[in-house]
């Protein structure tokens, strides 16, 4: 027996509709169909999106070229997957940081500077990485991945890393913080937070392209991290910089 589709008014006669997806019966909104809803979407982020962040951590290169390849139902999409950590990496920031009445330090060492500018691209760290991974994942693709990926999939690649980047110094932050009761505001803890982060994502780059027989692979990847860390401290303490002339 068909029925007209609540949603668009097509015509239904299986379980969903063939034009919008919407299901055929659908009951009266209540309290129990709203308790369902939220086990639903967590029970769906549990499935796919903890499986997404196991695999990115032990198999970039399978996860990612999988995903790039078409593989894309069992893993959960690259700009959510990252938003979703870049929140969880606010939040869990902002709580222990409060709750254990951390304030950042202003001391300085080889790796990480003590001044204003530093201290504002670390306040506003994640606005300026979305501006900077699109220009990262440019050099990606022309030192390494170019022609073997377009620049939109190296770019996936990119936010995929930066994803597992922003869940890393999270788990970071909440051991040290919350277990270790340790300030993880201080220019040590960035310093060993940024040598982590360059260690994986050579890591990562190594197990996305090992098998794409690239010549001088291992000095493309380093040439590729020595650039992006330009990139990353150079280039966001110029918008800063720019950021705090305007300001005054």
Known sequence: ??????NCKAEIQHQ????????????RLTWHSLVAEIAHFFSHI????????????????????GYIEGKRKKYHKPVGFYLIWV????LTGSLIGKWMGYHRNVESNLLVPANETWNYFMNHRNVFELLL?????????????RPRMNYIETLVLNIYAFGV????????????GLLLRTSYLTAWFEAQSAIL?????????????KNKRIKFFIPRILITIFISLIIWY???????????????
């Open 1 to 6: 027996m068909s029925v007209t589709c609540l």
């Open 16 to 27: 969903f509709c063939p034009h919008c997806g919407q299901k055929k019966d659908v009951k």
């Open 46 to 65: 549990e499935h796919g999106f903890l499986n997404t962040c196991y695999q990115l951590v032990i198999r970039p290169g399978k996860t990612i070229n």
């Open 87 to 90: 929140a969880l990496f606010i």
């Open 133 to 145: 991974i699109p220009i990262i994942a440019l050099f990606v693709w022309l030192i390494i991945s």
């Open 165 to 176: 980047l922003n869940m890393m110094v999270t788990l970071e932050q909440t051991i040290v």
């Open 197 to 209: 982060s360059v260690c994986w994502f050579f890591f990562c780059l190594f197990d996305v392209f």
């Open 234 to 248: 150079k280039l966001g303490a110029m918008i800063v910089e720019l950021i705090l002339k305007v300001g005054h």
